[in-house]
């Protein structure tokens, strides 16, 4: 091992599925769409879920969450 080892973090999660549906709450949560997010809470709250399989729904979320909006809303109003 030297000094600048080039060892990473492993970002991928256990379940990409749940990822990507983590990712499509967190888009659905940020442009207002309360149908889909309440559906997606619905669908992996269910019984048939493992903790592994939640704790990458919500990684997901927070991976996207973590990207700024692209523009903000206050500024995009006309007068």
Known sequence: MGFFSRKQESTESADP???????EY????????RKTANRL???VGGN??????RAA???????YDA???AH??????RR
């Open 17 to 23: 599925t749940m990822t990507e549906l983590g990712r």
């Open 26 to 33: 967190a888009i659905a949560k940020r442009h207002g769409d």
């Open 41 to 43: 809470t619905r669908e």
């Open 48 to 53: 048939g879920r493992t903790d592994e399989e």
């Open 57 to 63: 729904f919500w990684k997901g979320a927070d991976d």
């Open 67 to 69: 990207i700024p909006p």
């Open 72 to 77: 903000s809303k206050r500024h995009n109003r």
